[in-house]
């Protein structure tokens, strides 16, 4: 018995690590030996989005914009000359797994930078792996702040590229001159930093303490009953609006309670960060029309490099056989994904390499013409200068565009509401730096 | 006396001229608004409309704020609720009368969105209307909308807001709505009652009245508008007292939000509990069926997407029931029938099964998906002011009082069940006796995966349809079955509802999360005194 | 013969995992990652073999393995933030000013050892004892544990307990001054997690082997007449629940490092289930299985999702259902089954040609 296990466990050892190794090397040498066969070199990238679990239902887009953006490069002939080569990997919605895959795509298959994370989590996760591995991460989605790593690019919005506006628009007499504000969020670190935030900035404003309300729900919550009756009552005499960032799939019993329960966007709307047309894209949104939501990008913007995007997005899901085929849509995660495979290919193209700290250096001010129009890296760190717009849902789960910032706004990523002391320069500083 | 007769022709005259002046202000200003040269003029254009305030054009401006304002051969019309099978709207002119729409031989016209241009008012515009909102929202054919509206009212010292107030009143048809309308009245007199015995009947009035501003009102004329200490006190008092039960309708509101969660729990754990009191069976893909319920739900949805209204939902409770069933049955010969009587084994195995069913189900129906709540079940019914007892909630209720009662029919009244209940007692006895057991296992997992596809089918009237929305449930159905005692009907119910009311009335003293934690413990401590659930076996059977 | 046998291949499997993993790092052919994934398996193969005790040798499904596990894990991750900074950054966002009292023993890694055992160690005493008085079992017990994992996980999750909430604790730099990106202090994580693993196996070997070992095998099988035999079955069920809950933590302990993030994650429904599932998998109620398991499920894992990440999630599934079904007793089990069928064949084939 116990020789036939060990005997087993250690064949089962020797062809595991074997296999391993092999898993390991095989990546690269199909690479060379495609090089040599099809005399075409290419450059590898890594995407990390979760294909399966919980975030699945927002991270798959986003691999799709990824690799959308990878197949414009390479029909127009690559980067400097190079075909690019995407590793897609599924960390599973595990963020231990996020951590080891990150390790894989840098350490084993020595991508030049990846595109990835949704959540807080999985980029707090992988984190030290691309500092101590000197990796490039490009990370899409608006987030809380409070962070200035040299390793990420952050295409998303901070927190003055979004939530301020949008409390500044609903203080606004044009945007209904609210005085009560309700802050309801899933219980994570971006909706407690953004609600932080929220509440600093509506103190200073004058917005009496006891008119805001700050209230968390754990991830998947499905029954607001309570809640709904708590704003109900909050809003009975006027002026009173929400400022939502619920996650995920929580949203659908949220709006639904609310508008079962008799309220509704007249009488108390609900600016939504966490909103977006992908969300909106196959839910019932009869409820939610009237409803608000603050990004960077909306689909409905109307230049035309972004109905050329929202078309070749549409062609792209429908060639591939993607779910949902013609009918998906583009949102701001999305636009910023597919941003961030061009940046860093312009960024390559200008530094004339794939290094690293080139890249990284040819990064600072560089300006693309998103489908956003044109956006700009600042210029000291690793943030993106992009418009704001407010929109209202429409019954087709677009937005109306309401609102929109003058020109682009620079990114704050230590906010000055909060951490007036501290401020992020890559150039002239090490980073996070304390503000005199 | 001629004189004065003659003053007040020229009195009447010169009102007729003003407000013939001001209908025909207004028609220019609606003028402007439908074809606006610009956007400034139509912006103008509303303020004016709002600062006239004639009830002629309240329609109109009621059909702008709803988002439903389009035209029709220069007419400035809206929808009229609901679309037909067929997606098509009936049409009401809203300016300068109102009226239905006809068609040439006298039927009323129907047409879709796309024949009809959508005046667009910007969000800015329309935001100038809700100080009014109330004031036209009153003329709404909508008892909710105008419930509200009387609620909303709050320029009430205004001469032409009473006689608005007065004139719908006097013909307001709903009892809410008609309640609140005359509150709004009463509390015009309060403000003008000139002694203590007046103001107080109006107080009174008001409090016996009780809308939602009721006590805010109350409190406001107590503290400053009051004409003496006396009735300001008075007010005071009956404001305290409103308050209080209003705090009392607040526990009504949690009990009924903890029955609402309760029934949802037993709807999923009747399922599991039969066939785990049955096969012993730890059935971990319950919740997948549960999906599938609600996916079946949603493709019916969709293939119903044209038209027949409701019938989408109504056929689909059966069918999630048929469809998960099947489902369950498939399993069960293939997989579980190997697992009888080894709950833990069969725990393993049907994780994996849920394992392959969400990732099946990701893969076909990919993200985040909902179904639409029919309209008989949209809102929610005001049982007493400020108590709103959502309909879709009702439903779910009435549907588990209903399945319970025909799960206890089926098992206490028919040949079946009582085979099933032998068989669930001791299998092999009843092989002894004659019982098919293999085939009483096939049904009762048939019965117990339908019930699962049920409550997946009624969840889609509250939550969403995702591919792991069954794990969400699956650990709490299983808190809810061990706290009953396995296989026990009676022991599902006193504890599902157990849980949904601890849940919920925690939730009103703690956050959502320690409202959770708070009932685990308590169930914990709870087993320490019944170990096997709180209807346990009795007797030989106890033991193993 | 047989010990000489078994000895042999003791000392090939040390050989592979000991010797040529590591040579064939050191000779470029594997890299640094592969070693460390292989290293954080053999962590959960240790928390798989208190698992294997509690479940396969007492009867007793524990669905709580992942919550000490966490415990382990987040023990050390505390005492390396606190080797990063005074306070860690969450708190200066969450404006806290002072740390909390239950951080302050972290800061001596000698403690932080004690408590990471003693914790877990002192709850698990406390929820048998209450379980198991109860005469809580069975399918009760697996639910019971299942929720308390939960609500602990719910908790967790929470930013007020100062455990990092969602995002768990992460960005370390150095244990003991030694710097955790080094590769060489990677490697020397690798062995101290094969050496404790093996010591972990040995030990357990003797406790099944053991009259203690005999009378959990005996509580399996019948507890009642294990009790009218005069023991007290709670004591028993207590003691190896404590052994258990201790190698979970110590293999947490041992993952934090070489992972570098503890989330709350670690310890959801989906976590607990799969830890048992690693011992289901490898034969429960054999220690080799236990091993086994943890180490193939997590391999599979690791390379299905970077080898097909549409559909690794039915390459698991079916796994599960296939091993279940027709596998009772594991790997193990089928291993030799088809030995005992090999040999048979190979008897008659030798009879017949006589």
């Given at each position: 018995?116990?020789?036939?296990?060990?005997?087993?466990?250690?064949?089962?050892?020797?062809?595991?690590?074997?296999?391993?190794?092999?898993?390991?090397?095989?990546?690269?040498?199909s690479?060379?030996?495609?090089?040599?066969?099809?005399?075409?070199?290419t450059?590898?990238?890594?995407?990390?989005?979760?294909?399966?679990?919980?975030?699945?239902?927002?991270e798959?887009?986003?691999?799709?914009?990824v690799q959308?953006?990878?197949?414009?490069?390479?029909?127009?002939?690559?980067?400097?000359g190079?075909?690019?080569?995407?590793?897609?990997?599924?960390?599973?919605?595990?963020?231990?797994?996020?951590?080891?895959?990150?390790?894989?795509?840098?350490?084993?298959?020595?991508?030049?930078?990846?595109?990835?994370?949704?959540?807080?989590?999985s980029?707090?996760?992988?984190?030290?792996?691309?500092?101590?591995?000197?990796?490039?991460?490009?990370?899409?989605?608006?987030y809380?702040?409070e962070?200035?790593?040299?390793?990420?690019?952050?295409?998303?919005?901070?927190?003055?590229?979004?939530?301020?506006?949008?409390?500044?628009?609903l203080?606004?007499?044009?945007?209904?001159?609210?005085k009560?504000f309700?802050?309801?969020?899933?219980?994570?670190?971006?909706?407690?930093?953004?609600?932080?935030?929220l509440?600093?900035?509506?103190?200073?404003?004058?917005?009496?303490?006891?008119?805001?309300?700050?209230?968390?729900?754990?991830?998947?919550?499905?029954?607001?009953q309570?809640i709904?009756?708590?704003?109900?009552?909050?809003?009975?005499?006027?002026?009173?609006c929400?400022?939502?960032?619920i996650?995920?799939?929580?949203?659908?019993p949220f709006?639904?309670?609310?508008?079962?329960?008799?309220?509704?966007?007249?009488?108390?709307p609900?600016?939504?960060?966490?909103?977006?047309?992908?969300?909106?894209?196959?839910?019932?949104?009869e409820?939610?029309?009237?409803?608000?939501?603050?990004w960077?990008?909306?689909?409905?913007?109307?230049?035309?490099?972004?109905?050329?995007?929202?078309?070749?997005?549409?062609?792209?899901?429908?060639?591939?056989?993607?779910?949902g085929?013609?009918?998906?849509?583009?949102?701001?995660?999305?636009?910023?994904?597919?941003?961030?495979?061009?940046?860093?290919?312009?960024?390559?193209?200008?530094?004339?390499?794939?290094?690293?700290s080139?890249?990284?250096?040819?990064?600072?001010?560089?300006?693309?013409?998103?489908?956003?129009?044109?956006?700009?890296?600042?210029?000291?760190?690793?943030?993106?200068?992009?418009?704001?717009v407010?929109?209202?849902?429409?019954?087709?789960?677009?937005?109306?565009?309401?609102?929109?910032?003058?020109?682009?706004?620079d990114?704050?990523?230590w906010?000055?509401?909060?951490?007036?002391?501290?401020?992020?320069?890559?150039?002239?500083?090490?980073?996070?730096?304390?503000?005199? | 006396?001629?004189?004065?007769?003659?003053?007040?022709?020229?009195?009447?005259?010169?009102?007729?001229?003003?407000?013939?002046?001001?209908q025909?202000?207004?028609?220019?200003?609606?003028?402007?608004?439908?074809?606006?040269?610009?956007?400034?003029v139509?912006?103008?254009?509303?303020?004016?409309?709002?600062?006239?305030?004639?009830?002629?054009?309240?329609?109109?401006?009621?059909?702008?704020?709803?988002?439903?304002l389009?035209?029709?051969?220069?007419?400035?019309?809206?929808?009229?609720?609901?679309?037909?099978?067929?997606?098509?709207?009936?049409?009401?002119?809203?300016?300068?009368?109102?009226?239905?729409?006809?068609?040439?031989?006298?039927?009323?016209?129907?047409?879709?969105?796309?024949?009809?241009?959508?005046?667009?008012?910007?969000?800015a515009?329309?935001?100038?209307l809700?100080?009014?909102?109330?004031?036209?929202?009153?003329?709404?054919?909508?008892?909710?909308?105008?419930?509200?509206?009387?609620?909303?009212?709050?320029?009430?010292?205004?001469?032409?807001?009473?006689?608005?107030?007065?004139?719908?009143?006097?013909?307001?048809?709903?009892?809410?709505?008609?309640?609140?309308g005359?509150?709004?009245?009463?509390?015009?007199?309060?403000?003008?009652?000139?002694?203590?015995?007046?103001?107080?009947?109006?107080?009174?009035?008001?409090?016996?009245?009780?809308?939602?501003?009721?006590?805010?009102?109350?409190t406001?004329?107590?503290?400053?508008?009051?004409?003496?200490?006396?009735?300001?006190n008075?007010?005071?008092?009956?404001?305290?007292q409103?308050?209080?039960?209003?705090?009392?309708?607040?526990?009504?509101?949690?009990?009924?939000?903890g029955?609402?969660?309760?029934?949802?729990?037993?709807?999923?754990?009747?399922g599991?509990?039969?066939v785990?009191?049955?096969?012993?069976?730890?059935?971990?893909?319950?919740?997948?069926?549960?999906?599938?319920?609600?996916?079946?739900?949603?493709?019916i949805?969709?293939?119903?997407?044209?038209?027949?209204?409701?019938?989408?939902?109504?056929?689909?409770?059966?069918?999630s029931?048929?469809?998960?069933?099947?489902?369950?049955?498939?399993?069960?010969r293939?997989?579980?029938?190997?697992?009888?009587?080894?709950?833990?084994?069969?725990?393993l195995?049907?994780?994996?099964?849920?394992?392959?069913?969400?990732?099946?189900?990701?893969?076909?129906?990919g993200?985040?998906?909902?179904?639409?709540?029919?309209?008989?079940?949209?809102g929610?019914?005001?049982?007493?002011?400020?108590l709103?007892?959502p309909?879709?909630?009702?439903?779910?209720?009435?549907?588990t009082?209903?399945?319970?009662?025909l799960?206890?029919?089926?098992?206490?009244?028919?040949?079946?069940?009582?085979?099933?209940?032998?068989?669930?007692?001791?299998?092999?006895?009843?092989?002894?006796?004659?019982?098919?057991?293999?085939?009483?296992?096939?049904?009762?997992?048939?019965i117990?995966?339908?019930?699962a596809?049920?409550?997946?089918?009624a969840?889609?009237?509250?939550?969403?349809?995702?591919?792991?929305?069954?794990?969400?449930?699956?650990?709490?159905?299983?808190?809810?079955?061990v706290?009953?005692?396995?296989g026990?009907?009676?022991?599902?119910?006193?504890?599902?509802?157990?849980?949904?009311?601890?849940?919920?009335?925690s939730?009103?003293?703690?956050?959502?999360?320690?409202g959770?934690?708070?009932?685990?413990l308590?169930?914990m401590?709870?087993?320490?005194?019944?170990?096997?659930g709180?209807?346990?076996d009795?007797?030989?059977i106890?033991?193993? | 013969?047989?010990?000489?046998?078994?000895?042999?291949?003791?000392?090939?499997?040390?050989?592979?995992?000991?010797?040529?993993l590591?040579a064939?790092?050191?000779?470029?052919?594997?890299?640094?990652?592969?070693?460390?994934?292989?290293?954080?398996?053999?962590?959960?193969?240790?928390?798989a073999?208190?698992?294997?005790?509690?479940?396969?040798?007492?009867?007793?499904?524990?669905?709580?393995q992942?919550?000490?596990?966490?415990?382990?894990?987040?023990?050390?991750?505390?005492?390396?933030?606190?080797?990063?900074t005074a306070?860690?950054?969450?708190?200066?966002?969450?404006?806290?000013?002072?740390?909390?009292?239950f951080?302050?023993p972290?800061?001596?890694f000698?403690?932080?050892?004690?408590?990471?055992?003693?914790?877990?160690?002192a709850?698990?005493?406390?929820?048998?004892?209450?379980?198991?008085?109860?005469?809580?079992?069975?399918v009760?017990m697996?639910?019971?544990?299942?929720?308390?994992?939960?609500?602990?996980?719910?908790i967790?999750?929470?930013?007020?307990?100062?455990?990092?909430?969602?995002?768990?604790?992460?960005?370390?730099?150095?244990?003991?001054?030694?710097?955790?990106?080094?590769?060489?202090?990677?490697?020397?994580?690798?062995?101290i997690s094969?050496?404790?693993?093996?010591?972990?196996?040995?030990?357990?070997?003797r406790?099944?082997r053991?009259?203690?070992?005999?009378?959990?095998?005996?509580?399996?099988?019948?507890?009642?007449?294990?009790s009218?035999?005069?023991?007290?079955?709670?004591n028993?069920?207590?003691?190896?629940?404590?052994?258990?809950?201790?190698?979970?933590?110590?293999?947490?302990?041992?993952?934090?490092p070489?992972?570098?993030?503890?989330?709350?994650?670690?310890?959801?429904?989906?976590?607990?289930?799969?830890m048992?599932?690693?011992?289901?998998?490898?034969?429960?109620?054999n220690l080799?299985?236990?091993?086994?398991?943890?180490?193939?499920?997590?391999?599979?894992?690791?390379?299905?999702?970077?080898?097909?990440?549409?559909?690794?999630?039915?390459?698991?599934?079916?796994?599960?259902?296939?091993?279940?079904?027709?596998?009772d007793?594991?790997?193990?089990g089928?291993?030799?089954?088809l030995?005992?069928?090999?040999?048979?064949l190979?008897?008659?084939?030798?009879?017949?040609?006589?």
């Amino acid at each position: 018995m116990t020789s036939a296990f060990f005997k087993n466990l250690s064949l089962f050892a020797l062809t595991a690590a074997i296999g391993f190794s092999s898993c390991n090397q095989g990546a690269s040498k199909s690479a060379s030996t495609d090089s040599t066969a099809t005399s075409k070199e290419t450059v590898k990238i890594g995407v990390l989005h979760s294909l399966s679990g919980t975030m699945a239902i927002s991270e798959v887009s986003l691999k799709d914009a990824v690799q959308m953006a990878v197949d414009e490069i390479n029909a127009k002939g690559g980067v400097l000359g190079k075909q690019i080569e995407p590793v897609i990997v599924d960390p599973a919605s595990d963020w231990d797994l996020f951590a080891e895959k990150a390790k894989e795509l840098l350490i084993d298959k020595k991508v030049s930078a990846v595109f990835g994370c949704w959540t807080s989590v999985s980029r707090k996760s992988v984190l030290p792996v691309f500092e101590q591995n000197n990796g490039l991460l490009f990370y899409p989605v608006q987030y809380e702040g409070e962070e200035c790593s040299n390793s990420v690019i952050y295409t998303g919005a901070t927190p003055n590229q979004q939530l301020i506006p949008a409390a500044e628009y609903l203080m606004s007499e044009k945007g209904g001159g609210y005085k009560k504000f309700y802050l309801l969020g899933t219980d994570y670190v971006f909706p407690r930093t953004a609600n932080k935030i929220l509440k600093a900035y509506l103190l200073s404003k004058g917005i009496p303490k006891e008119n805001i309300i700050e209230e968390y729900t754990p991830f998947h919550h499905q029954d607001y009953q309570t809640i709904i009756s708590k704003i109900k009552r909050f809003a009975a005499d006027g002026k009173a609006c929400i400022l939502s960032t619920i996650n995920g799939d929580s949203n659908v019993p949220f709006y639904k309670e609310f508008a079962n329960q008799g309220l509704s966007a007249a009488t108390c709307p609900i600016m939504a960060f966490s909103v977006a047309e992908d969300e909106l894209r196959s839910m019932d949104t009869e409820f939610l029309v009237g409803h608000l939501a603050a990004w960077n990008y909306f689909q409905s913007n109307d230049l035309p490099e972004n109905k050329k995007f929202v078309d070749d997005f549409k062609a792209f899901c429908a060639k591939k056989g993607l779910p949902g085929g013609d009918k998906r849509v583009t949102d701001d995660p999305i636009c910023w994904a597919y941003t961030g495979v061009y940046l860093w290919a312009k960024a390559a193209e200008k530094a004339g390499s794939f290094d690293v700290s080139k890249v990284r250096n040819a990064l600072y001010s560089l300006e693309f013409n998103s489908p956003d129009g044109l956006v700009k890296m600042d210029a000291r760190n690793h943030h993106l200068a992009k418009p704001v717009v407010i929109g209202e849902i429409k019954p087709d789960g677009q937005f109306d565009i309401l609102w929109k910032s003058e020109g682009l706004v620079d990114p704050q990523p230590w906010s000055p509401l909060t951490s007036p002391d501290k401020d992020c320069d890559w150039v002239n500083h090490n980073g996070t730096y304390a503000k005199k | 006396m001629k004189n004065s007769l003659k003053f007040g022709w020229i009195l009447l005259l010169l009102l007729v001229a003003m407000a013939s002046r001001a209908q025909d202000s207004s028609s220019l200003y609606v003028a402007q608004l439908l074809h606006p040269q610009s956007d400034s003029v139509r912006t103008h254009a509303i303020g004016r409309l709002v600062a006239l305030r004639i009830p002629a054009t309240f329609p109109l401006l009621m059909a702008i704020n709803d988002k439903k304002l389009y035209l029709l051969d220069n007419q400035a019309i809206t929808i009229d609720g609901k679309p037909s099978d067929e997606e098509k709207y009936r049409l009401h002119r809203v300016y300068p009368d109102t009226r239905p729409l006809h068609n040439s031989s006298g039927d009323p016209l129907l047409l879709s969105l796309s024949q009809l241009k959508t005046v667009d008012i910007p969000r800015a515009d329309r935001l100038l209307l809700l100080p009014i909102a109330p004031l036209f929202n009153l003329y709404s054919p909508d008892a909710q909308k105008r419930i509200q509206a009387y609620g909303q009212l709050t320029d009430l010292q205004d001469p032409q807001v009473q006689k608005i107030l007065a004139d719908v009143v006097s013909k307001e048809t709903d009892y809410n709505a008609l309640r609140i309308g005359k509150e709004s009245l009463y509390a015009i007199q309060l403000h003008t009652a000139k002694n203590e015995a007046t103001a107080k009947a109006y107080i009174d009035s008001i409090a016996r009245n009780w809308s939602d501003n009721a006590s805010a009102l109350l409190t406001a004329y107590g503290s400053g508008k009051a004409f003496n200490t006396n009735t300001a006190n008075y007010a005071i008092e009956k404001a305290k007292q409103l308050e209080s039960k209003y705090d009392n309708l607040q526990r009504i509101q949690n009990l009924f939000s903890g029955l609402s969660l309760g029934s949802i729990l037993i709807l999923i754990a009747l399922g599991l509990s039969i066939v785990y009191g049955l096969a012993g069976v730890i059935n971990m893909a319950h919740g997948e069926f549960m999906m599938i319920g609600a996916y079946t739900t949603y493709c019916i949805q969709m293939l119903f997407s044209r038209g027949y209204g409701d019938w989408f939902f109504i056929i689909s409770l059966p069918l999630s029931f048929i469809v998960a069933g099947l489902m369950g049955l498939i399993l069960e010969r293939l997989v579980i029938r190997h697992l009888y009587s080894k709950p833990l084994e069969s725990l393993l195995a049907t994780w994996g099964i849920s394992l392959i069913l969400v990732q099946t189900a990701r893969l076909i129906f990919g993200d985040l998906t909902a179904v639409k709540t029919p309209q008989l079940l949209a809102g929610g019914w005001q049982a007493a002011p400020h108590l709103t007892l959502p309909y879709n909630r009702i439903f779910i209720i009435a549907l588990t009082a209903v399945m319970v009662l025909l799960t206890y029919l089926m098992l206490f009244k028919t040949k079946l069940g009582l085979q099933i209940r032998a068989v669930t007692q001791n299998r092999q006895m009843s092989a002894c006796l004659g019982v098919e057991t293999r085939r009483i296992a096939a049904v009762t997992f048939f019965i117990g995966s339908g019930l699962a596809g049920l409550a997946g089918c009624a969840i889609t009237l509250i939550g969403n349809v995702v591919p792991d929305m069954g794990q969400t449930y699956i650990v709490d159905s299983f808190l809810v079955v061990v706290t009953g005692g396995v296989g026990k009907l009676a022991g599902t119910i006193v504890s599902g509802l157990g849980i949904g009311f601890f849940t919920k009335i925690s939730e009103a003293f703690f956050q959502a999360v320690y409202g959770k934690v708070f009932i685990l413990l308590f169930i914990m401590l709870f087993m320490q005194y019944k170990p096997k659930g709180l209807f346990p076996d009795k007797g030989r059977i106890a033991e193993e | 013969m047989k010990t000489n046998n078994s000895s042999l291949y003791y000392i090939l499997f040390i050989a592979i995992f000991a010797i040529l993993l590591p040579a064939g790092h050191l000779s470029g052919f594997l890299s640094i990652n592969t070693i460390s994934i292989w290293g954080r398996y053999f962590c959960f193969a240790i928390a798989a073999l208190g698992i294997d005790l509690i479940w396969g040798y007492t009867g007793i499904l524990s669905m709580c393995q992942a919550f000490f596990f966490c415990l382990g894990s987040y023990g050390i991750a505390m005492h390396l933030v606190l080797q990063k900074t005074a306070l860690p950054d969450f708190m200066v966002w969450n404006k806290i000013t002072t740390l909390p009292f239950f951080w302050q023993p972290f800061n001596s890694f000698s403690l932080t050892v004690i408590l990471c055992m003693l914790i877990p160690a002192a709850l698990a005493f406390l929820i048998g004892f209450v379980l198991f008085k109860s005469r809580i079992k069975g399918v009760y017990m697996a639910i019971i544990t299942q929720a308390l994992t939960l609500a602990m996980w719910l908790i967790f999750l929470r930013n007020e307990t100062n455990l990092g909430g969602t995002n768990g604790l992460t960005d370390f730099k150095t244990l003991l001054g030694f710097d955790l990106a080094n590769t060489q202090v990677k490697l020397a994580l690798y062995f101290i997690s094969f050496t404790v693993l093996c010591l972990a196996y040995m030990a357990c070997h003797r406790i099944t082997r053991s009259k203690f070992g005999k009378v959990l095998q005996a509580i399996r099988d019948s507890e009642s007449r294990v009790s009218y035999t005069a023991y007290h079955t709670v004591n028993f069920k207590l003691a190896v629940f404590v052994v258990a809950a201790l190698l979970a933590a110590v293999g947490g302990m041992l993952y934090l490092p070489q992972t570098g993030i503890i989330t709350p994650g670690r310890m959801d429904v989906k976590a607990s289930v799969e830890m048992v599932m690693w011992v289901a998998l490898g034969g429960r109620g054999n220690l080799k299985g236990a091993v086994i398991g943890a180490l193939l499920v997590n391999f599979l894992y690791s390379v299905c999702t970077s080898w097909f990440p549409d559909s690794w999630l039915f390459i698991l599934g079916f796994l599960f259902v296939i091993t279940v079904l027709y596998f009772d007793k594991g790997l193990i089990g089928l291993v030799t089954t088809l030995r005992a069928r090999i040999g048979n064949l190979y008897l008659k084939t030798a009879q017949t040609t006589n």
